[in-house]
């Protein structure tokens, strides 16, 4: 595990925490001071303990201090420059912003990445974008391939060609005008009056009863009786006019 690592993940975790203090309380305060006087400056192990616990009570000048006081015992305290935003690289502790760009990395919505990275999400994001506004341009014309004025479905699948012609989507042209046939013929028998009436019948006929002899496992054998039905079913399309 590369110290550098170390201290981007500790800067993230607990020292961007820190830097966002709340109002001290002075029973904190009190706490941190009682606890400061019980350990020796050279004791970096429970120095950079209270550090963290100053970190997670939010008392940055406390811990600003804390961090220091490690420092100056232990020079290289992977997790101290860590909270104080510091990595190791190029022989030297440096500020992280520092030393990532120094390696080449930039900066996007607190993540570190490579140009040619940044580069292929951003593409990535602009694709996705158009495509959601294609679909959603597409959803308003295929309402409107649905009115009953014949002027707006002519207009809309028009619209819809050249839609499908500046994305190159021949598919997108074909529903249009596939849907544009459909809904054309719907009205053309909506004005001449006729509709059609799906009518669906069943009959069912007994016919008798089977019995048949079972164990049912290891048991007893038993008599059962199923009935034997006939079903006829019946399902037919007729125009209203």
């Known amino acids: ?36 006087k ?60 520092v030393a990532m760009r120094a390696q080449g990395l930039v900066e996007f919505e607190g993540r570190w990445m490579r140009r040619y990275d940044l580069a292929r999400l951003r593409h990535a994001r602009q694709q996705q974008a158009r495509a959601d506004a294609v679909r959603q341009q597409s959803e308003r014309l295929f309402v409107r391939l649905a009115d009953p004025d014949p002027a707006t479905r002519h207009a809309a ?43 669906q019948a069943q009959h069912a006929q007994l016919l008798g009863m089977r019995t048949f002899t079972t164990s049912l496992g290891n048991g007893a054998p038993v008599r059962l009786q199923l009935p034997t039905v006939r079903t006829v079913s019946i399902q037919t399309t007729i125009p209203l006019h």
């Open 1 to 36: 595990m590369s110290i550098l690592w170390v201290g981007a993940v500790l800067s993230t975790a607990v020292g961007l925490a820190a830097q966002r203090p709340t109002p001290t309380r002075p029973e904190l305060l009190d706490t941190y001071h009682a606890l400061a």
């Open 38 to 97: 019980r350990i020796e400056p050279t004791d970096t192990v429970r120095q950079f303990a209270l550090a963290r616990w100053c970190a997670q009570h939010r008392l940055a000048r406390c811990l600003q201090w804390q961090l220091h006081v490690v420092l100056r015992s232990d020079p290289n305290h992977a997790e101290a420059r860590a909270l104080l935003g510091q990595v190791f690289h190029a022989g030297r502790w440096q500020p992280r912003a």
């Open 157 to 199: 699948l028009q619209d819809l060609e050249a839609l499908a012609a500046a994305e190159r989507s021949p598919e997108l042209c074909d529903l249009g005008r596939r849907l544009a046939a459909a809904y054309a013929a719907h009205w053309r028998r909506q004005a001449a009056g006729s509709g059609l009436l799906t009518v």
